[in-house]
Nanobody
C-alpha cells in the first residue's frame, strides 16, 4: 500500500470531518495530490487538488468554501478538512497522487490511488 486514506465516518449534516492520506514506501512531496469521491450509483468525481508545494489549489464548485485541502510534505501526508457537510457529500473519498507537480482534473493523470474511506452524512 502506498497511499492510505482514513478519517471517514458518519456525521450529521452541518458537521465536520477531517480526512488524511498517508503515503508509505515512497515520497510524494514532488507530486500534486488530489481528493476524489464516488457516491453510490455515480461516477467518481474530482473534489480538490493541491500542487506539490501547496502553492496552488483547486476546488469543485460543490465544495468550494466548505472543504480545505492541505499537505505536510515532511510527514508525507495530505489532508481534507470538510466543514458544513451535506447529505450529498456522502461518498467514498479517495486520495491520489498526480504524475506531475501541478494538479489536474483528469483522473488519468493520477497514477497512485488510496483505497478510499467512506463518508456518510445524514440529514
Amino acid at each position: 500500500v502506498q497511499l492510505q486514506a482514513f478519517g471517514g465516518g458518519s456525521v450529521q449534516a452541518g458537521g465536520s470531518l477531517r480526512l488524511s492520506c498517508a503515503a508509505s514506501r515512497r515520497t510524494f512531496s514532488n507530486n500534486a495530490m488530489g481528493w476524489f469521491r464516488q457516491a453510490p450509483g455515480k461516477e467518481r468525481e474530482l473534489v480538490t487538488t493541491i500542487a506539490w508545494n501547496g502553492g496552488s489549489t483547486y476546488y469543485a464548485e460543490s465544495v468550494k468554501g466548505r472543504f480545505t485541502i492541505g499537505r505536510d510534505n515532511a510527514k508525507n501526508t495530505v489532508y481534507l478538512q470538510m466543514n458544513s457537510l451535506k447529505p450529498e457529500d456522502t461518498a467514498v473519498y479517495y486520495c491520489a497522487a498526480n504524475r506531475c507537480s501541478r494538479g489536474s482534473s483528469f483522473q488519468s493523470d493520477y497514477n497512485y490511488w488510496g483505497q478510499g474511506t467512506l463518508v456518510t452524512v445524514s440529514s
